[in-house]
């Protein structure tokens, strides 16, 4: 399996910047994609941001040029960030850390963190 734990999450005042982290472990063959999920109250979950295993990345439009998606990798563990400048009220949501992983040969499954709240509020 996979295990996506999800870590900076909080309240910010508008503009300010969080940071989140998600590592991956577990028995993992190889990661296609990781990615950053929101989930605001009462709307449909929706892609933030995404990094590809070549390094590619791709943002909403509503992040661009706001959020920067960046991954370390460690021997037995992978960490997304995504860095998040200029943070507006409508960014607060609940944000997920997804990975499209394989455990072996063969096809991929995503994978879901626990989430973490992001609130942007004065």
């Known amino acids: 399996q996979v295990q996506l734990v999800e870590s900076g999450g909080g309240l910010v005042q508008p503009g300010g910047s969080l940071r989140l982290s998600c590592a991956a472990s577990?028995?993992?063959?190889?990661?296609?994609?990781m990615g950053w999920y929101r989930q605001a109250p009462g709307k449909q979950r929706e892609l933030v941001a995404v990094?590809?295993?070549?390094?590619?990345?791709?943002?909403a439009d509503s992040v661009k040029g706001r959020f920067i998606i960046s991954r370390d990798n460690a021997k037995n563990t992978v960490t997304v960030y995504l860095q998040m400048n200029s943070l507006k009220p409508e960014d607060t949501a609940v944000y997920y850390c997804?990975?499209?992983?394989?455990?072996?040969?063969?096809?991929?499954?995503?994978?879901w963190g626990q989430g973490t709240q992001v609130t942007v509020s004065s």
């Open positions: 990094i590809y295993s070549g390094g590619s990345t791709n943002y």
């Open positions: 577990g028995s993992i063959f190889s990661i296609n994609a």
């Open positions: 997804n990975a499209v992983a394989r455990l072996g040969p063969g096809q991929a499954s995503g994978y």
